[in-house]
Every structure is written in C-alpha cells, then in structure tokens.
C-alpha cells in the first residue's frame, strides 16, 4: 500500500508539471535550462528538452531537489524519451562575451538542435535569448515546468560528468566534489596551485592576479601556475 500511495503522488506530480506546459497552448514545447553559470571551473551547460506526455517519467522535479543518485537514474529515463539537445560554452567563451551572454548563446543553440522546432520555449528566468521559437521566462521554471524540469536534470547530469572527468585530469582543485563551485577548499586550492585551464580567470581575479597567465603556457602545460 506505501508503495503504492507513493507511486500515486509521484505521478500526480508529473501530472500537475505537464498540466502546467499544456496550459501554456503550445501544440510543441520545450524547457530550456542550465547547470553551471555560478562555478569558479568549467563549462556552463545548457540543454533544450521536449518530453512526451503519453507515459510520465515519474519523480521529475528541478535537479536541485534531488540526490545524484536520483539524477542519474531520471537522466536514462529522459534520454530514452525525449528529444533533447546539450550545448556546453566553454571557459573561454564564458570570459569573452560573460557568463550570462554565454548561457543565452548556448539556449539559443540548444533550441535550434532539437530534432523538431518546437512553438515554445519555456525558459527558467532566463530573457533575450536570441531564436525564432517564442520564449517564455518563468522565474523557478525548474520546478514548475515537466519539461523544464527535465531539461535541468540533463543539463546538471551532463556537467557533473564532466567534473568528475575534469577531476581526474586536475585532481588538485576537488572538481569531483565541488563541481567547480566557489568552495573555501577550491579557492584555498587555486591560491596554492594556481589556476588550471578550465578556471573562468573572470570568476578567479580576486584569488590570483590573472592578468600574469601566460595562455601559451596553459596551452602547452595544461596549468598556468600563477598564484
């Protein structure tokens, strides 16, 4: 009987998230979200996500909400279903244009690489995003929108993959459990270290004087010892 009741309110959820997309009109819609536009390390990641409403991925909710283990196993039901586009903006590109221009052009491109052009595009909180396909900014999208939703669980499996392997190749800075995010143990680790290829050098300015990188030197040595 738990099992069961459980069961129901997971899907009374799904229900109440798919409801939420449908009430909008839209005969195709996406959800459209990010993981990583705060991290001091790595790419932001952005996905465009258009789920089926036939069968309900029972116990999608906004990523935040859920353990790793829980993410994981949603991400291999999403993918399984959905027609979904990943675009990660890498570091450079993030200190070129910032971060907030970088997760527009990656939301932009995420939509245009959906197999189908959807009506809509409901985006968490996110303006401007330059594409044809009408935007819908909703503040807490995440946790509001079923397919939003799902677009953030792809997006944060996706670079919290990425950090592990990121980890392993610079194992100095803890990117397997902080996921490039401003922890006192990271920065303590950049002041010691100094900064690694995939460190934003405009996230990084106040712990370490950026402007001695010698980029050639990154290139070549995959580190920029500057602290």
Not at 1 to 15: D, F, V
Not at 129 to 141: G, R, S
């Amino acid at each position: 009987m738990a099992g069961s009741a459980t069961r129901e309110t997971a899907l009374q959820k799904a229900e109440r998230m798919m409801e939420f997309d449908k009430r909008l009109g839209a005969w195709l819609l996406c959800g459209v979200d990010e993981a990583g536009r705060g991290p001091l390390a790595g790419p932001v990641c952005v996905c465009a996500c258009v789920m089926p409403y036939d069968i309900p991925v029972l116990g999608i909710d906004d990523s935040k909400k859920l353990s790793e283990a829980k993410r994981e196993l949603l991400y291999q039901k999403i993918i399984e279903v959905a027609d979904y586009c990943v675009v990660l903006i890498d570091r450079e590109t993030i200190d070129r244009i910032n971060i907030l221009e970088a997760t527009k052009s990656g939301m932009a491109r995420a939509i245009a690489g959906l197999k189908v052009k959807p009506d809509i595009a409901v985006v968490d909180a996110v303006k401007g995003i330059d594409t044809d396909v009408a935007c819908e900014p909703i503040i807490k999208a995440d946790a509001k929108s079923y397919c939003t939703a799902a677009a953030s669980i792809i997006a944060k499996v996706t670079r919290d993959r990425l950090m592990r392997e990121l980890d392993i190749k610079y194992p100095q800075y803890g990117f397997a459990k902080n996921k490039g995010y401003g922890t006192k143990a990271h920065i303590d680790a950049i002041k010691a270290y100094g900064a690694c290829p995939e460190h934003r050098l405009t996230f990084i300015k106040n712990f370490i004087d950026v402007t001695k990188i010698n980029f050639d030197e990154v290139a070549a040595t995959g580190k920029a010892d500057v602290r």
